[in-house]
């Protein structure tokens, strides 16, 4: 199970900061990955972080202003993001797959790799 949070309304240019709480899987050994939908829109790769933190992935859009990091004590993955443009809104959903057994990050930005998904949280960068 995947709960995503932190989602909210922010004026261009400000920060937010979103969680990824995982359970039910052994959170070590799966990858994780943030994907967005903004209306009309296919589902687009945001971020992935592998399941060593070794490697992280982002798309070409928020690369230098996200920034993604786990934490295997909390199974918690976090998405920092700053710098934030009207273009981010979006509703944001967490993805984790399998780092051993699975294609883990492989397939990023193509969402098609992960096998389980969360419910997402709405973001909206507007003045």
């Known amino acids: 199970q995947l709960q995503a949070s932190g989602g909210g309304m922010v004026q261009p240019g400000g920060s937010l900061t979103l969680s990824c709480a995982v359970s039910?899987?052994?959170?070590?050994?799966?990858?994780i990955g943030w994907f967005r939908q903004a209306p009309g829109k296919e589902r687009d790769g945001v971020s992935c972080i592998s399941h060593s933190a070794m490697s992280t992935y982002y798309g070409n859009a928020v690369k230098g202003r996200f920034a993604i990091s786990r934490d295997d004590y909390k199974n918690t993955v976090t998405l920092q993001m700053s710098n934030l443009e009207p273009e981010d809104t979006a509703v944001y959903y967490c993805a984790a797959d399998d780092g051993v057994l699975g294609r883990g990050c492989s397939t990023f930005p193509r969402d098609s790799g992960m096998k389980h998904w969360g419910k997402g949280t709405q973001v909206t960068v507007s003045s």
């Open positions: 039910g899987v052994t959170f070590d050994e799966y990858a």
